[in-house]
T-cell receptor, first 115, second 112 residues
């Protein structure tokens, strides 16, 4: 198993540009999510999905869109990049057991800089 | 509502000495608690988790944590630090199926 994969690893954008961060998992996990990591703030949830066709907002959803057309893929779209979106983005997945007790698996991250 | 406070932003220890990373949480329900580790430029890896079974939880690489409900704490310890333990550590609480709340992180430095 490749686990959770993310592309690209690094990206530099100009303000106003759009782009899509890719995330895929091969573990047949129902639950997938996107986090951003900023210094001193831990990880904050952007969007999550509990299965194909079902998505919902997390703590910091503004400026981001998601969709989940398949179990495996969960792309994150930046509609019009802003410097405040400079961050490290992590995709994660877990099986989806009740009670939030199952282990969450993280991808290697995408380091995004918006100029 | 749930939240997590990691009491130390940075901990420095000598190789071979004990490591203590402190975590307090607040939760309206009986939470699940996790510790994750992040090595430089890597993703997060699960160290251990508490899910209402034994209050003393053993994890990978010699780490363990004790859940103390009366103190709302879930501190992480290791008896003897190794150079490879240098990393950032996150305490995480989960109250429900969908949302994890992360602490701000503790950076561990290990001196030779």
């Amino acid at each position: 198993n490749a686990g959770v994969t993310q592309t690209p690893k690094f990206q530099v954008l100009k303000t106003g540009q759009s782009m899509t961060l890719q995330c895929a998992q091969d573990m047949n996990h129902e639950y997938m999510s996107w986090y951003r990591q900023d210094p001193g703030m831990g990880l904050r949830l952007i969007h999550y999905s509990v299965g194909a066709g079902i998505t919902d907002q997390g703590e910091v959803p503004n400026g981001y869109n998601v969709s989940r057309s398949t179990t495996e893929d969960f792309p994150l779209r930046l509609l019009s990049a802003a410097p405040s979106q400079t961050s490290v983005y992590f995709c994660a997945s877990r099986l989806g057991l009740a009670g939030g007790t199952d282990t969450q698996y993280f991808g290697p991250g995408t380091r995004l800089t918006v100029l | 509502a749930q939240s997590v406070t990691q009491l130390d932003s940075h901990v420095s220890v000598s190789e071979g000495t004990p490591v203590l990373l402190r975590c307090n949480y607040s939760s309206s329900y009986s939470p699940s608690l996790f510790w994750y580790v992040q090595h430089p430029n890597k993703g997060l890896q699960l160290l251990l988790k508490y899910t209402s079974a034994a209050t003393l939880v053993k994890g990978i690489n010699g780490f363990e944590a004790e859940f103390k409900k009366s103190e709302t704490s879930f501190h992480l310890t290791k008896p003897s630090a190794h150079m490879s333990d240098a990393a950032e550590y996150f305490c995480v609480v989960s109250e429900n199926d969908y949302k994890l709340s992360f602490g701000a992180g503790t950076t561990v430095t290990v001196r030779a």
